[in-house]
């Protein structure tokens, strides 16, 4: 599986960006896409997670009713629609696919993009 991230960039604080998730390489019937991000000198933490068979889409508290995950089954591409956007918001952000279990910390995600940087300037 390879992902590829994208839609990342510069906005002010209150704006919007949509991240892209191009996946590819296999079947992604019963995985759970999800997106992290990493700030600067900070750990890795979870943002949202989807599967990709459909359902609600799970998020950390800090971003419920800004970021809304969703998917595109034709297209093999996963979004993340980001409005409201705070400073504390800045960081790279990275689309990840779980085949099996996993949790919030990551574990059990074995493919991941490369990242693309959002930074929100106040």
């Known amino acids: 599986v390879q992902l590829q991230a994208s839609g990342g960039g510069l906005v002010q604080a209150g704006g919007s960006l949509r991240l892209s998730c191009a996946a590819s390489?296999?079947?992604?019937?019963?995985?759970?896409m999800g997106w992290f991000r990493q700030a600067p000198g900070k750990e890795r933490e979870f943002v949202a997670a989807?599967?990709?068979?459909?359902?609600?889409?799970v998020y950390r508290d800090s971003v419920k009713g800004r970021f809304t995950i969703s998917r595109d089954k034709a297209k093999s591409t996963v979004y993340l629609q980001m409005t409201s956007l705070k400073p504390e918001d800045t960081a790279v952000y990275y689309c990840?696919?779980?085949?099996?279990?996993?949790?919030?910390?990551?574990?059990?995600?074995?493919?991941w993009g490369q990242g693309t940087l959002v930074t929100v300037s106040s």
């Open positions: 989807l599967e990709w068979n459909g359902g609600r889409g």
């Open positions: 990840a696919a779980a085949a099996d279990s996993y949790n919030y910390n990551g574990e059990g995600f074995g493919s």
């Open positions: 390489g296999g079947s992604f019937t019963n995985y759970v």
